[in-house]
C-alpha cells in the first residue's frame, strides 16, 4: 500500500512538472461555495508567504486572472485531466484587459487541501519557478469535480 502511493504520487509530481507551463514572451463572475473561497484564498498565503521568504513582493488577486483560472478549471475537469490547453488565449486575454507582458499557469489536481497542493507545486522544479517568477497578479480557482475531487489552476501575470 505504501509503495503504490509513493508510485502514485511520484508519478503525478513528474506529469505536474512536464505540464506546468509559462510564457514570457512579450508578443504574444466566479462562483464558488465558501469552501473553495477559503481554499483559494489559503492557497494566496501560501503563495505569497513562500516568495516572502525568497524575497519576492506579494502577490494580489485580479478578477480578470480568477475568471480565466476558474474557467480553465471548469474545463480541466470536463476532460478528466489537468492540462494548459489554451494557454495563448488566456494570455491574449490578460494582455488586453490588463496589459499583462508575461504570464504562467500551475495547474493540479486530487490535492485534498491549499497546503498539500502548494506543497506540491513548490517541490515541482516548473512550478516553483512559476511561484517564484516575476509575476505582480493571480488568479486562483480551487473547484470539485462530481466526486469531490479538486482541480486547480493559478495564473501569474505581470
Same mark, same amino acid.
Given at each position: 500500500?505504501k *509503495?503504490?502511493l509513493?508510485?502514485?504520487?511520484?508519478?503525478?509530481v513528474l506529469?505536474c512538472?512536464v505540464?506546468?507551463?509559462?510564457?514570457?514572451d512579450?508578443?504574444n &463572475?466566479? *462562483?464558488?461555495t /465558501?469552501?473553495e473561497?477559503s481554499? @483559494?484564498?489559503?492557497? #494566496?498565503?501560501?503563495?505569497?508567504e513562500?516568495?516572502?521568504?525568497?524575497? #519576492?513582493?506579494? #502577490?494580489?488577486?485580479? *478578477?480578470?486572472?480568477e475568471q480565466?483560472a476558474?474557467?480553465? *478549471?471548469?474545463y480541466?475537469?470536463?476532460?478528466g485531466n489537468?492540462?494548459?490547453?489554451?494557454?495563448?488565449?488566456?494570455?491574449? @486575454?490578460?494582455? %488586453?484587459?490588463e $496589459?499583462? &507582458?508575461?504570464?504562467a499557469? $500551475?495547474?493540479?489536481?486530487?490535492y /485534498?487541501?491549499?497546503?498539500s497542493?502548494?506543497d506540491?507545486?513548490?517541490?515541482? %522544479?516548473g512550478h516553483?519557478?512559476n511561484?517564484?517568477? $516575476?509575476?505582480t497578479?493571480?488568479?486562483i480557482a480551487?473547484?470539485?469535480d462530481?466526486?469531490g475531487?479538486?482541480?486547480? &489552476?493559478?495564473?501569474?501575470?505581470?
Open positions: 500500500m *509503495t503504490s509513493i508510485k502514485y504520487f511520484c508519478a503525478f506529469l512538472t505540464f506546468s507551463c509559462s510564457k514570457d512579450d508578443n &463572475t466566479i *462562483t464558488e /465558501p469552501s473561497v481554499i @483559494t484564498d489559503e492557497i #494566496l498565503k501560501l503563495v505569497n513562500y516568495r516572502q521568504t525568497k524575497g #519576492l513582493e506579494a #502577490l494580489a488577486k485580479n *478578477t480578470t486572472a480565466l476558474a474557467d480553465h *478549471t471548469r480541466m475537469i470536463s476532460k489537468i492540462n494548459h490547453d489554451n494557454f495563448d488565449t488566456k494570455f491574449d @486575454t490578460l494582455r %488586453e484587459k $496589459n499583462a &507582458t508575461g504570464m499557469e $500551475n495547474v493540479a489536481s486530487f /485534498p487541501d491549499a497546503r497542493v502548494v506540491g507545486w513548490i517541490n515541482s %522544479e516553483r519557478k511561484i517564484e517568477g $516575476n509575476y497578479h493571480t488568479g480551487a473547484i470539485k462530481e466526486s475531487r479538486y482541480y486547480y &489552476t493559478q495564473i501569474f501575470y505581470r
